[in-house]
């Protein structure tokens, strides 16, 4: 069992030791479809939003293992109602996310790529909306200013562009264990271009 523990490792190194390395630098955007998942004493219920990101993103990696940075802005949120206040309305937080994934390169040629992806994304919020009517209700000490998620999903790239389908789950934006918490998912696609 040592022995195929210390070959698999003696071949992996030598693969990413005799491998080029790889490096990008490309502008990105896109759209993504968000929606609140609201849990608490109000019985609110959200619907999806559509908003858009763009930013820029980074890759180095090895053959077909690569880890890709990324920063951009984004809006998130849903339509919130609830039927005894006669409330609609979106709740919305705009943020700066930087996820940092793990890919693997599943098909590798010279034209075209195809890859998976995952690993976490670090959310700052830097505006939060919400309709008038939740002012007596929700209280600024509640919301959470920093999140953490995961993404995870597909790309392709085809010669300079890129597209990518993910998804995120983030933690709760808002947080009073005595009322209401909510957290955010999104379903992302992105297109973009590398310049390097």
Not at 173 to 186: A, Q, R
């Amino acid at each position: 069992m040592k022995r195929l523990l210390f070959a698999s490792l003696f071949i992996l190194f030598s693969t990413i030791g005799f491998a080029q390395p790889v490096f990008d630098l490309g502008l990105k955007a896109g759209t993504h479809y968000s929606n609140m998942s609201l849990d608490g004493e109000f019985d609110l219920s959200s619907d999806a939003i559509t908003k858009v990101h763009w930013g820029a993103f980074g890759r180095v990696g090895f053959d077909r293992f690569y880890v890709q940075p990324e920063v951009y802005f984004s809006k998130k949120g849903g339509d919130l109602s609830y039927d005894l206040l006669d409330l609609t309305g979106g709740f919305d937080y705009k943020n700066v996310d930087v996820p940092v994934l793990l890919g693997y390169k599943l098909i590798k040629s010279s034209m075209i790529d195809f890859r998976i992806m995952a690993g976490p994304v670090f959310s700052f919020v830097t505006d939060a909306n919400y309709p008038d009517e939740l002012d007596p209700y929700l209280h600024e000490e509640f919301f959470n200013d920093h999140l953490f998620g995961v993404q995870y999903g597909l790309g392709i790239d085809v010669l300079f562009l890129t597209l990518d389908a993910r998804m995120e789950h983030s933690s709760k934006i808002y947080d009073d264990p005595d009322l209401i918490n909510g957290k955010s998912t999104s379903f992302m696609i992105s297109l973009g271009f590398k310049i390097l």
